[in-house]
């Protein structure tokens, strides 16, 4: 008969001390990617959630599973060696959205832990494009004026009622650990919480197809509180680290108190991402000792969906971009900000559409940034920027002869903000140079700004101002 072992027990992460520990291959695990393995593993679940909590515990070797369904209290570990294998049958998992290889919703206390492997098992395809996304239709026509083949990836099965899973999905959820494990190939985002209370992720290793995996993002917190992510790497496809506050799985919720501390992010779209799907509120949010690099676009503020974003620090970062494939969002550029109505993105009206987002409050300090693309930082005519400060910057901007097309003209755009403080700011351009180049920074409907030891080089080849001034108002 399956049994819980009361027992103590060495795993590789540390000591379990007299703990209730439920091994799956005493319900009937085998290890063998061949085999599924999802009742087994589920009814391990089960049976710690019903004791009271505890570990289910994986030990080494290769389980293919659908959805599982975590339960309050219990911690699934993972040891080392152990890989989950997400199941390519569509049927092992809940209908879409909430599609997950873990899932979990209005639970207390669980954990995903460990030195294992969950793997999503993506793949792709590659056709022609065969839609209008308005949010790259810039990128579109550039590629479509040099003549080549508008190709890009999707995921294999795109369109045909296909099944893609998260990795893991936790909705509602109080008292959250996700450590130690490696997430590989998700056939969407990686780890998608929503309302979750005291998150903590720490040490784990995110992996998508950089050239290929699309709607993979890597950490995605909507409506969250108090979320901690320290000592982690991710390497995406898509965006590395979101930010969202939407009404995806409920009410648009506000994302507060968060500490980013100790990680590298890679990203075919953006590194740190403060998502345009915001219909509520992403506060006190500090991000320190943070290294970005091989990636489309560094940080983006996003808000076109009415929302907020304010009171964020970031600190001590290095960043490093370049231009990715014409089909995901973001030109090689260090810096984004950018304010916009929805409808003014893509044309369509909307019944009772909010009012532009408001961006305030945001300091950029200790930063080493290196890039292919213009930095743009951009209110809206309704929502100007508010209390924007740079503080020990360096911005280098060069060129990539092997893109298929190149437009940087100035460094840094600041547009439509009131209280800008730029202090300690060097803004230089590095070999390759590109014709295209004019201005280091250019400055438009700005009011009440300081800018005090700001250093802009001219641009190689350029006979343009180094710094462009239009409508500023109130400048020291």
Known sequence: MP???????????GLLSAQSVFNVKNYGATGHKAGNARTAIQQTIDACGKAGGGTVYIGPGEYTTGQLHLRSGVRLYLEAGATLFASLDGAQFDPAPKSA???????????????????????????????TDYYILSNQHLMEATGKPLMRPFPHGFGHEKI???????????????????????????????????????????????????????????????????????????DALVFY?????????????????????????????????NSNAIRRVNIDNVVITNSNRGIAFMVFDGGIVEDVVLSNLTIETRRFDWFWWGDGDPLHFNIKRRSEVDGNKRANEPAAGKIRNVIIQNVIAHGTGASVINGHPDSWLEGVRLDNV???????????????????????????????????????FAATWSNGLSLDQ???????????????GSKSQPVLLTDVEGLK
């Open 3 to 13: 049994r819980c072992l009361l027992t103590v027990v060495t795993l590789s992460a």
């Open 101 to 131: 290889l873990i899932s979990g919703e209005d639970l207390h206390d669980i954990a995903i832990e460990g030195r294992g492997t969950l793997d999503g098992q993506s793949s792709y395809e590659w056709h022609p494009n065969n839609f």
């Open 164 to 238: 893609y899973p998260r990795l893991v999905l936790l909705l509602r959820c109080n008292d959250v650990r996700i450590t130690g494990l490696k997430f590989l190939r998700s056939r969407s985002w990686t780890i998608n919480p929503y309302a979750c209370k005291r998150l903590l992720i720490d040490g784990v290793y995110i992996y998508s197809s950089q050239k290929e995996g699309v709607w993979a993002d890597g950490i995605d917190p909507d409506g969250c509180q108090d979320v901690r992510i320290s000592n982690s790497t991710v390497e995406t496809g898509d």
């Open 245 to 277: 506050s939407a009404d995806i799985w409920g009410p648009a919720l506000p994302v507060e108190n968060v500490t980013v501390t100790n990680c590298r992010f890679s990203s075919a779209s953006s590194a740190i991402k403060f998502c345009d799907g």
């Open 394 to 432: 360096k911005l280098f901007v060069s060129s990539d002869a092997s893109a298929p097309y190149e437009h940087t003209a100035t460094a840094l755009t600041v547009r439509e903000m009131r209280g800008l403080r730029m202090s300690n700011v060097e803004i230089d351009w590095e070999k390759p």
């Open 446 to 460: 700005v009011k009440d700004a300081v800018l005090d030891r700001v250093e802009v080089h001219p641009a190689p």
